[in-house]
């Protein structure tokens, strides 16, 4: 049983996580300046040493310091004398930088299809009825084998379903054209704030983030989010796809000695802002079943109470830096914090939450059983990586070496819906002809659930592709998509 030293209580007593209940979760908690990074990096660090492999988002731009060796400074001696001269060995670890916008790092790209219409829909800020188109749409292009895999996918898209509303209508429900419009318009804005960059091929492999290197370190990924910050919806939907593929993608393996994967996800608040009821059930769904398939998920942010309680009742392993206590109000929220935590003999909780030090925690650990255990006052102990941001030199010496950088750097731009539907449009001439001679011949068409109308003035591109059903005798076009807990596609 492997354990994680995250520090030692001023009386000498070593204070860890065990390994095999990193999927049980976690919370990293505390106000801006009390240590919450510096933790983050010295578990990161030690699960990478163990062979776990790690995911980390990079929101202020300092986590890159793990990719080099930590120096005995001033303050790190002063900080292992008071930890009864714990051993410090300085280290760097196997990095890989992924950046959504490719500065900083590889890009990494999702297509529409892959993200599905739940998250879609929460990253263009939609309301209800508007979801309710793009769930319409994303159902006409299931059906039809159209593949969304970019931006200009979406956008022919909404303009086939907007032209064909009439016929679309008795299947799927009220399309109207003003939901249409202010779903492209919402589009053009996510175009304006990077959403070319984020929509494409190739489509990240969730299985890149379970590499180990070649010294069976796990690999520790470095999400840069200083840019994604600026739009919060991106952050999050991001963030949440990344969890429903995994959960989609990966087997169930039960409890594991050491977990897959482990996840960072700094400023959680962003990923439950705003969000509707039903999103949220889905996603303490997803929590609380994906530690079954081995993956770890902490969360970093100022107050427990920036998470949902669903959610935090699930995080068992709980770092809580100090909360500072200005207004009668965040007197009111330490307290009902404090009540949270089992406390230890003679430790007052709601006073010690306000006195800590600077890279002091209260921790709470799991026992071997999986219960929490009473919390202890914790000195941090020192990454033994850089505290802070490597030169741009050294990042751009990581990036060269990358595994992964020939595989993502270049866009691919293979056929999908918009090529596919253009097809469509410049046949209609023909098709025309071809509707001509076969109301001659046979008087009119199979009934098709009202696709068709014999008033029509001219064929739509649905009414194509119908026919094109209707000369290819027993065979199948398009194909049945089945989508997962959060609307993105099943692996299974």
């Known amino acids: 049983?492997?354990?994680?030293?995250?520090?030692?209580?001023?009386?000498?007593?070593?204070?860890?996580?065990?390994?095999?209940?990193?999927?049980?979760?976690?919370?990293?908690?505390?106000?801006?300046?009390?240590?919450?990074?510096?933790?983050?990096?010295?578990?990161?660090?030690?699960?990478?040493?163990?062979?776990?492999?790690?995911?980390?988002?990079?929101?202020?731009?300092?986590?890159?310091?793990?990719?080099?060796?930590?120096?005995?400074?001033?303050?790190?001696?002063?900080?292992?004398?008071?930890?009864?001269?714990?051993?410090?060995?300085?280290?760097?670890?196997?990095?890989?930088?992924?950046?959504?916008?490719?500065?900083?790092?590889?890009?990494?790209?999702?297509?529409?299809?892959?993200?599905?219409?739940?998250?879609?829909?929460?990253?263009?800020?939609?309301?209800?009825?508007?979801?309710?188109?793009?769930?319409?749409?994303?159902?006409?292009?299931?059906?039809?084998?159209?593949?969304?895999?970019?931006?200009?996918?979406?956008?022919?898209?909404?303009?086939?379903?907007?032209?064909?509303?009439?016929?679309?209508?008795?299947?799927?429900?009220?399309?109207?054209?003003?939901?249409?419009?202010?779903?492209q318009r919402r589009l053009l804005v996510l175009e304006d704030q990077g959403g070319l960059n984020l929509f494409g091929e190739p489509l990240y492999d969730i299985n890149d983030l379970l590499v180990r290197d070649f010294s069976g370190k796990g690999l520790v990924q470095i999400l840069d989010s200083t840019d994604l910050l600026e739009r919060p919806r991106l952050y999050a939907s991001l963030l949440l796809w990344l969890l429903s593929e995994l959960y989609e993608s990966l087997e169930e393996v039960g409890d594991l000695a050491l977990p897959k994967l482990v996840l960072f996800f700094d400023e959680a608040h962003l990923l439950f802002e705003d969000m509707p009821k039903a999103l949220g059930d889905r996603i303490e769904t997803i929590i609380?079943?994906?530690?079954?398939?081995?993956?770890?998920?902490?969360?970093?942010?100022?107050?427990?109470?920036?998470i949902p309680p669903k959610i935090l009742a699930q995080l068992g392993n709980r770092v809580q830096h100090a909360l500072r206590a200005f207004t009668q109000q965040d007197e009111s929220k330490i307290s009902k914090i404090s009540k949270t935590f089992r406390a230890g003999a003679g430790l007052d909780i709601e006073k010690v939450i306000t006195a800590l030090q600077t890279g002091e925690a209260l921790v709470s650990p799991l026992n071997e059983k999986g219960e929490p255990m009473p919390v202890v006052r914790t000195l941090i102990r020192p990454p033994e990586s850089k505290i802070g941001p490597i030169t741009e030199e050294e990042r751009n010496n990581i990036l060269s070496s990358s595994m992964f950088m020939k595989k993502y750097k270049d866009t691919?731009?293979?056929?999908?819906?918009?090529?596919?539907?253009?097809?469509?449009?410049?046949?209609?001439?023909?098709?025309?002809?071809?509707?001509?001679?076969?109301?001659?011949?046979?008087?009119?068409?199979?009934?098709?659930?009202?696709?068709?109308?014999?008033?029509?003035?001219?064929?739509?591109?649905?009414?194509?592709?119908v026919k094109t059903i209707v000369r290819t005798v027993g065979s199948q076009i398009g194909r049945q998509i089945t989508r997962g807990v959060l609307g993105t596609l099943s692996k299974r």
Do not use: W
């Open 1 to 183: 049983m492997e354990q994680i030293l995250l520090g030692r209580t001023a009386e000498g007593v070593d204070v860890c996580f065990i390994s095999s209940l990193l999927n049980r979760h976690g919370l990293i908690a505390g106000a801006t300046g009390t240590g919450k990074t510096v933790t983050l990096q010295v578990l990161a660090e030690q699960f990478s040493r163990l062979g776990i492999p790690v995911l980390l988002t990079d929101i202020k731009g300092d986590l890159s310091g793990v990719a080099k060796a930590g120096i005995l400074s001033e303050k790190v001696s002063d900080r292992l004398k008071t930890l009864k001269d714990l051993a410090f060995t300085p280290v760097a670890n196997a990095v890989n930088f992924i950046d959504v916008f490719g500065k900083k790092g590889h890009p990494l790209r999702v297509t529409p299809s892959e993200m599905g219409p739940v998250l879609l829909s929460r990253l263009l800020e939609l309301n209800e009825t508007q979801e309710g188109v793009v769930h319409i749409a994303f159902k006409y292009a299931d059906s039809q084998g159209l593949f969304l895999l970019d931006l200009k996918d979406l956008q022919s898209v909404f303009s086939a379903v907007a032209e064909n509303a009439d016929e679309l209508r008795a299947q799927y429900g009220n399309v109207s054209a003003q939901s249409v419009g202010a779903i």
């Open 288 to 306: 609380r079943l994906i530690r079954s398939k081995g993956v770890g998920v902490f969360f970093i942010t100022q107050s427990p109470d920036d």
């Open 412 to 465: 691919l731009d293979r056929e999908s819906a918009f090529e596919v539907l253009k097809k469509r449009a410049a046949a209609l001439p023909e098709e025309k002809e071809e509707t001509k001679d076969a109301k001659n011949e046979s008087g009119g068409f199979f009934d098709f659930g009202g696709i068709f109308s014999s008033s029509s003035k001219r064929q739509t591109p649905v009414e194509a592709f």
